[in-house]
Each structure stands twice: as C-alpha cells, then as structure tokens.
C-alpha cells in the first residue's frame, strides 16, 4: 500500500516533520479582499461626487439653454414654475415668480355686503352698470361721466326733470336732453354707490319715496336719500338701483314715475325698476 505523504495533521506539525509557513502573516489573503472591498468603496464615492458636483455653468443651464438665476435654481434643489390664468409662469415659492392677485373693487365689495330684499330672486351686485345688454347695439362709451338713465321696458323714455320731479319721459328738444342727462359721481353716503348730479348742480333724492332733483343742504338724511347702489337686474345689462338708507326698497318707474318701493317678486316689478345706464343725450 502506497504511503500518504500528503500534508500531516496540523496538531502535531512538528513530531511528522512538517513545519507551518511562517514567510506572510495568518489571514493576509482575508486583509487583501478586505482592502480592495474598500479601495472601491472610495472610489464609487468619489465618482458619485464628481457626477452630481457639476460646474455652476453646467448645472445653472435650463434645458432650452437658458443660464437661471439663483433664485430660480433655488439652491440646487428642482423647481417647476406653474402656468397662470394669462398664459405666463408663476413660481411656487414666494419672490420674483409670485403674481399678485388683485383684491374685489369697492363698489363690488360694498355692494354685495349691502341688504337686499329676501327672496330666491333677488337681485345682486352688479359689477358693471354699463355693461351692454347681450344682443343689443353697444352704446358709445362717453368719455366723461355723464349718463342718462333708459327703461328697459320702455327703451325709448329715460329719466327726466320736469318740474322738480323725476320721470320717464320720450327724448324732445335740447333742453329736455340736457335734463335727462346727469353726473354719476360716488355717493354722497357710500363712495361704493351712486349719486346723480343735474346740470345745475342738484342731486336727484328720494322724499316721501318719491325721486325729485333738489340742492344738497349738507345734511346726513339728504346724502342717503341721494345714494343708490347698483344691483344686477333680470335684463342683461340693465341695473336696479336700491336705496342706501331704505335696503329692500328699488327704483322703479309708476305711471312714469320714478318712485321708490318695496322689492316684489313679479314681472312687472323686475321690468319696471331695471334700468341701463347710457351715454349723456345732451
């Protein structure tokens, strides 16, 4: 039988003649996987680091290759701008991106916290009096603010002087044009409502509910009783003016007289109080 010479047990190396190999030190080959693991550790790491560490002229380009400021690139971090109502761009954060949003007009603000007469419908806040009704000739826009008052059920009579009182009368000669013309100025007791100013320097005021032209006397009971609100009508375009200091009570033209009474819910009384605010006729 052949004799194994191959490798003695290594518990008695030295009674069957066979020696450890001192020449490297225990484990260097588990030294040797451990260093390289490592030496490719660090060298992933800095890869990866001069990967994202790009140049400030590189990194700051857009891709339409436009450079973006700092406030655009936001420190590095991505930022997408969100389109606006007009078609322009608008940044999510707060500076030079922020758009503004206008706040609601006075008028409009003022005229919808006013009192209106209760009911599914009542009228409401008009935010253009002198807006064109749909399917009608628009009327010239004046220049000034002079206007004359039209019946959208009887659109060929308009409000006018005659006598001190105001009424519902067919346009006539120069002198009945320039007493159906009158100055809509802010009103004297709410600068988010109306006056109306006649040519000789009166102002048109309700009195026993009934609308006359008179001279101010500077009072607080004259300057509410000559300022009405605009309230959007059931005729496109056309307005109800409601008193300041009688809410739930509207203009409306009687027997072509302009008076002032009490919201009803009919027809007749929607036709009757809507009227379009018009170029002056003088």
Not at 97 to 103: A, H
Not at 127 to 134: E, K
Request: aromatic share 8%; proline share 7%; net charge neutral.
């Amino acid at each position: 039988m052949p004799i194994d010479k191959s490798r003695p047990p290594q518990e008695q190396p030295w009674e069957n003649g066979w020696a450890p190999d001192t020449s490297r030190a225990p484990g260097t080959r588990r030294l040797w996987l451990a260093g390289a693991l490592a030496v490719a550790t660090i060298v992933s790491c800095v890869t990866a680091i001069a990967i994202n560490d790009k140049p400030v002229d590189e990194a700051s380009k857009s891709r339409d290759g436009r450079t973006l400021s700092d406030d655009e690139t936001d420190g590095g971090l991505i930022s997408f701008a969100t389109p606006s109502a007009n078609g322009t761009s608008t940044s999510d954060g707060k500076g030079k991106g922020e758009e503004k949003t206008e706040s609601a007009s006075p008028s409009a603000s003022a005229a919808s916290s006013s009192p209106r007469p209760q009911g599914s419908s009542t009228p409401r806040a008009s935010a253009s009096p002198a807006a064109s009704p749909a399917g009608e000739p628009t009327d010239p826009e004046p220049a000034t603010t002079e206007r004359s008052v039209r019946s959208v059920n009887y659109p060929d009579r308009y409000w006018h002087v005659s006598g001190g009182l105001v009424k519902l009368d067919g346009v006539r000669g120069s002198e009945s044009r320039q007493d159906s013309t009158f100055t809509v100025v802010k009103g004297l007791a709410d600068s988010a409502c109306y006056s109306f100013a006649t040519a000789d320097g009166t102002y048109l005021r309700h009195r026993n509910f009934v609308l006359r032209s008179e001279r101010s006397d500077g009072s607080s009971l004259f300057k509410q009783d000559a300022t009405f609100c605009a309230r959007s009508s059931a005729y496109s375009g056309a307005v109800m003016l409601e008193s300041v200091n009688y809410p739930g009570r509207f203009l409306r033209h009687k027997d072509f007289q302009i008076r002032l009474e009490t919201y009803q819910h009919s027809d007749l009384y929607r036709a009757d109080s809507a009227f379009r605010l018009v170029a002056g006729l003088d």
